[in-house]
């Protein structure tokens, strides 16, 4: 049994920073891609960055400059730091991990259960 959980949401005023971390435990064989998606109101759900095992990260244009997505191979975990947040950011914040079970299995996505994210004054 795999499990993805997320912290670090909350209520932020808009130019402030929150910084999420999700922990990725259980029956974990293998560990590969990790990435943020967001759903915000009313909207489908959005890629925000990915990181490779080896910390190739990569950024959709809206959160470029102002997100750092990073990774700790060692205790599986992965971070988002998120800066100069603006209402438009105000979201569900699901942490992403593709992860090999066991040696005989394949690699499946597991999704943690999300976070809330709210920018407003």
């Known amino acids: 049994q795999v499990q993805l959980v997320e912290s670090g949401g909350g209520l932020v005023q808009p130019g402030g920073s929150l910084r999420l971390s999700c922990v990725a435990s259980g029956s974990i064989f293998r560990l590969n891609a990790m990435g943020w998606y967001r759903q915000g109101p009313g909207k489908q759900r959005?890629?925000?960055?990915?990181?490779?095992?080896?910390?190739?990260?990569?950024?959709?244009?809206?959160?470029?400059?102002?997100?750092?997505?990073?990774?700790d191979n060692a205790k599986n975990t992965t971070a988002l730091q998120m800066?100069?947040?603006?209402?438009?950011?105000?979201?569900?914040?699901?942490?992403?991990?593709?992860?090999?079970?066991?040696?005989?299995?394949?690699?499946?996505?597991?999704?943690?259960?999300?976070?809330q994210v709210i920018v407003s004054s």
Do not use: H, M
């Open 46 to 71: 959005e890629l925000v960055a990915g990181i490779t095992p080896d910390g190739k990260t990569n950024y959709e244009s809206f959160v470029k400059g102002r997100f750092t997505i990073s990774r």
């Open 83 to 115: 800066n100069r947040l603006t209402p438009e950011d105000t979201a569900v914040y699901y942490c992403n991990a593709r992860i090999k079970p066991s040696y005989e299995s394949g690699s499946y996505d597991y999704w943690g259960q999300g976070t």
